[in-house]
């Protein structure tokens, strides 16, 4: 397939005029339709309906929602709408890889990634935060600044949107079975550390896994994380999400460079929080993504001390041939080097696929991700100091 791009300022779907309801949970649901006079009661039982309809259906069109009153859905359409973000442009790569650029509120913007033939059929790898705040050296998303915390319901959006664009929505009359389904899972490895968004990354997941909804099931949901050691344990207790640590070394002294945020939680204390993890056993296992920098973390003594740093934790380990991004400070290692390094993980008994690298020719792999959204002033960023993290 050749590479299709489409770039702004051309718009694939406009700007919503009205307030959307796309994306919202069942509560805010409740409350939203209060506005137009409901009382709890009828609330509660049209916020289900609406629900299942935007989120199992993929409905768009309130008129469409037809176990409501005629009256009611044009009281809902003249008030509401259920339209998606703005969607600036769409790529797709010769591999299949499909990339959205979507602008948010105030003009914020974020990059979301379908990476096909991956998992049970394919995966989503959204964001949950505009920019990042984490510098790490390999990661092109890491040279932009955080803009803000996307909301849960911008979250839910971006698999609408895909959901959409893939056009696997079923209709009451014509049901989509699981093996008919091309995104089966649900990756936080975009933009953004989840962690420091874990309220509304929490609440994106609930709506998200809901089985009247769009029905992905946590155990296919996978929330990585650059090592904010003391919300480890509290993501696990509260999404019973699958956990990815963004590892790239086993020294304190390299991930201190490579990943600074190591500082602060040094190897010792997230390994700690990773064994607190609930739930962890075979069924249930830590992925460690390891990027395969030449000369830096690639050698095979590096191997055998992954080896070590790991014992006794359930893991996997994905080794991310390092994707170059302008101005990369880092080459990817040599294919025998990291073939290598990769024999001797599986001749330890950890499971250590080597990932195909998809999506590099329109920046839509592993830590290219970067849009170039229009940045707040200083003063209306959020204060990370109040980051639990």
């Not at 299709?4 to 300022?9: Q, S």
């Not at 991956?118 to 998303?141: I, M």
């Not at 509260?238 to 991930?255: E, F, K, P």
């Not at 001390?305 to 990817?332: D, H, Q, S, T």
Request: include cysteine; glycine fraction near 8%.
């Amino acid at each position: 397939m050749a590479s299709h791009t489409l770039i702004a300022p051309v718009l694939l779907v406009p700007a919503p005029t009205k307030p959307s309801l796309a994306g919202l949970s069942r509560a805010d649901l409740v409350q939203t339709l209060a506005q137009l006079g409901l009382g709890e009661k009828p609330a509660r039982m049209r916020a289900e309906q609406i629900f299942r309809w935007a989120y199992h259906y993929g409905q768009s069109d309130f008129s469409g929602m037809t176990n409501i009153a005629k009256v009611l859905r044009g009281e809902l359409a003249g008030a509401f709408s259920l339209a998606r973000p703005e969607i600036l442009a769409r790529q797709v790569s010769n591999d299949g890889t499909r990339k959205w650029l979507i602008r948010l509120g105030s003009g914020a913007e974020v990059e979301t990634v379908f990476i096909p033939d991956v998992a049970r059929s394919g995966a989503l790898c959204v964001s949950s935060q505009v920019g990042c705040t984490l510098t790490c050296k390999f990661c092109h998303t890491g040279t932009q600044k955080l803009v803000r915390n996307l909301s849960a319901a911008e979250i839910v959006a971006q698999v609408l949107i895909a959901r959409d664009d893939l056009e696997e929505w079923p209709t009451p009359e014509r049901p989509l079975n699981d093996g008919d389904r091309r995104l089966t899972n649900l990756v936080f490895m975009g933009m953004g550390e989840p962690l420091f968004n874990l309220d509304e990354v929490t609440k994106a997941i609930e709506i998200i896994s809901d089985g009247d909804g769009l029905a992905i099931s946590r155990r296919r949901i996978t929330v990585s994380t650059a090592g904010v050691a003391p919300l480890i344990p509290e993501l696990g207790a509260r999404t019973g999400a699958m956990l990815a640590i963004s590892l790239h070394a086993t020294n304190d002294a390299l991930r201190d460079v490579l990943v600074p945020l190591n500082k602060k939680y040094p190897l010792a204390a997230l390994f700690d929080s990773i064994r607190a993890y609930p739930g962890l056993g075979n069924s249930k296992r830590v992925t460690f993504e390891y990027v395969m920098l030449k000369g830096v973390n690639d050698s095979l003594a590096e191997a055998k001390a992954l080896v070590a740093l790991l014992a006794k934790i359930p893991a996997k380990i994905n080794l991310i041939p390092f994707n170059p991004w302008p101005g990369a400070p880092y080459e990817c290692s040599d294919w025998e080097g990291i073939e290598r390094f990769a024999a001797h993980l599986n001749k330890a008994g950890y499971s250590s696929p080597i990932r195909t690298p998809r999506g590099r020719d329109i920046l839509a792999a592993c830590g290219q991700l970067r849009s170039e959204s229009v940045k707040q002033r200083a003063s209306a960023r959020p204060d990370l100091s109040q980051d639990r993290g």
